[in-house]
Each structure stands twice: as C-alpha cells, then as structure tokens.
C-alpha cells in the first residue's frame, strides 16, 4: 500500500510537496481543483511545473482528483468550461504517472433525486472519459459521496448510496474503471466501512 496525501495545486505547491516530504510521504494525489477556466497552454506548463517538483523532492504521483462541477448541479447539465478542465485533468493525470483519476458522479436532481437519470448521465459521461484515460495511460476512479451536514437543502447524492457506485463502476466491465473510497464521506454516511469495501 502506498501512503499518500492529496495536494491542491496553486501556488503554494512546492512549499506543500516540501512540507509533505518532510512528513515522510513520497506519494501524493494531486488536486486539480484550482484549475478550472485555465487554456491548455496554462495546463501545460502547469503539469512540466508538478514534474519539476516532484523530481526534486523525490515524490511520486498515484492519484489525481479534480472536481469542478458543484455537487448541485444537475447532471444533465453540462458545461463547457467543466468538460474541458475534466479532460485536461485526466491527460495531466497519465503526463505525471497517476494510475488514477478520481472523480465525483454527477447527481441527478432537476426534477427530484433520479437514481435512473443519474445513472445514465453518468454512464455517457464516464464513458467518454474513460476512453481519454486509457489513451493517456490512467484510468478513472469513481468516488463516493455523502449527504453532506450543514448543506442546504440537505440531499443525498448519486453514490452516496455504495451500491449505486459499485453498480456504475461494474457496468463498464473494464479494469481502467475503479472506485475511489472515500473514508471521510463514508463516515458521514455512518457506514460500517469495512463492510462497504
């Protein structure tokens, strides 16, 4: 098992990686999370930055994680600006060595919490971006989410439920398709997280 600890990317970077090398992790997850509205030139000088650092601190990426989609925001709706950086991060992610690319379903909610449509959303989204991440030598890893406390309105969202994560992963039958198991959202689920793994 590789022990490793997630990063944001900006312009503290390097000071983090130091910090965390300190710490004595040689892994990290990056997060891409700061990264939305940048041109696919900033993208990649950004990735020849990260591979700099890394390389001077001896750390190896595992992981990357960008999210920029708000978890409100139905997944039927779909932003330009959201599917460029997606795909960008994904590409960033096989560049530096990451076996994965986690990412957070989409929620259904226009009409009410739809399981089915969120489902099917998913599947075509997912689908496209598996097919990038194996050209880029990374996979995807599909995380679960909680009903967040202090959100309003309070809503659960499509994998909350770890049977609706398993059930989407599964349906691509593909090894480059994984789950990303998030421990803090599974406690806020009250889950018995060996059980749920």
Same mark, same amino acid.
């Given at each position: 098992m590789k022990k490793a600890i997630q990063i944001a990317y900006n312009d503290f970077f390097e000071k983090k990686c130091e910090y965390a090398k300190e710490a004595g992790f040689d892994h990290i997850s990056v997060n891409f999370s700061e990264m939305l509205g940048k041109t696919e030139l900033e993208w990649n000088k950004a990735v020849e930055h990260i591979q700099n650092i890394l390389s001077k601190y001896k750390i190896e990426c595992v992981q990357t994680h960008p999210y920029y989609y708000d &978890?409100?925001?139905?997944? $039927?709706?779909?932003? %330009? $600006? +959201? %599917?460029?950086?997606?795909?960008?991060?994904?590409?960033?992610?096989? %560049? &530096?060595?990451?076996?994965?690319?986690?990412?957070?379903?989409? !929620?259904?909610? =226009?009409s009410g919490f739809s399981v089915k449509k969120a489902f099917e959303d998913n599947r075509r989204d997912f689908f496209g971006y598996l097919e990038l991440a194996?050209?880029?030598? =990374?996979? &995807?890893a599909a995380e679960n989410l909680p009903i967040f406390p202090g959100l309003s309105p309070s809503m659960p969202f499509y994998s909350s439920d770890y049977y609706d994560l398993c059930e989407l992963?599964? !349906?691509?039958? *593909? !090894?480059?398709?994984?789950? +990303?198991? *998030? =421990?803090? @959202?599974? @406690?806020?689920? @009250?889950? *018995?997280?060996? %059980?749920?793994?």
């Open positions: &978890l409100r925001v139905s997944s $039927e709706i779909v932003k %330009e $600006e +959201c %599917e460029f950086a997606i795909m960008q991060a994904i590409i960033a992610s096989g %560049e &530096l060595g990451g076996k994965w690319c986690a990412l957070h379903p989409r !929620s259904s909610i =226009t194996k050209k880029h030598n =990374t996979g &995807l992963v599964d !349906s691509f039958n *593909d !090894s480059s398709m994984a789950i +990303c198991w *998030d =421990t803090g @959202h599974a @406690h806020l689920m @009250h889950f *018995d997280q060996a %059980e749920a793994i």
